[in-house]
């Protein structure tokens, strides 16, 4: 999440984030697609007793219950694989934050799941802002975000979820945002 001011004076700060378009999701949607396209070639070998793969020779499993096991394994984890890459494709979780003090508003923005609520955004004027505050979990699952404090609502996530954030990038987003708009920076 790497800021970018704009030419007026910088009285703009826009901040993408980064959905689900980043290599560990393309990693897993690969390796996930390569081993159920295997799984479903195997159990359709042992049927047809023709062999489909190059590594291996399927045809002298019995189709029930090895090769309809292989089938089962196959099919779910081909639609396992077809929801990731329509994640991946429709970019969830992706968008910006844009602090605009010359309109002296804040909007939050980031893509849904495909359908009737795809976009998801948020604008509220900068002067309901209170704080910046950062959220510090450490442990098995650590956690590290920053979140927009408003008068009369909820706090906003303003980060990427999934891989947390390092700290020294998490501390020095927060405070340069806090400075931006002239809030406290909460949490540390």
Do not use: H
């Amino acid at each position: 999440m790497t800021a970018q001011a704009a030419s007026k004076g910088n009285l703009v700060l826009r901040q993408p984030i980064l959905g689900s378009r980043r290599f560990s999701n393309y990693w897993w949607a690969t390796v996930v697609s390569i081993g159920a396209t295997g799984f479903a070639l195997s159990g359709l070998s042992s049927y047809l007793k023709v062999n489909l793969l190059p590594v291996s020779d399927p045809t002298q499993l019995v189709f029930v219950p090895q090769g309809l096991a292989m089938s089962f394994y196959g099919v779910a984890g081909l639609l396992l694989a077809l929801y990731l890459w329509l994640v991946i494709i429709a970019d969830v979780g992706g968008g910006y934050n844009e602090f605009n003090q010359d309109k002296g508003t804040v909007q939050i923005f980031r893509w849904g799941f495909p359908g009737k609520n795809r976009r998801i955004e948020i604008t509220c004027p900068i002067s309901d802002v209170q704080a910046v505050r950062v959220d510090l979990r450490e442990g098995l699952n650590p956690r590290r975000a920053l979140y927009l404090r408003l008068k009369g609502r909820n706090d906003i996530p303003l980060t990427r979820v999934g891989e947390p954030l390092p700290l020294s990038e998490l501390e020095n987003q927060g405070a340069e945002l806090a400075r931006f708009l002239n809030v406290p920076l909460e949490g540390l």
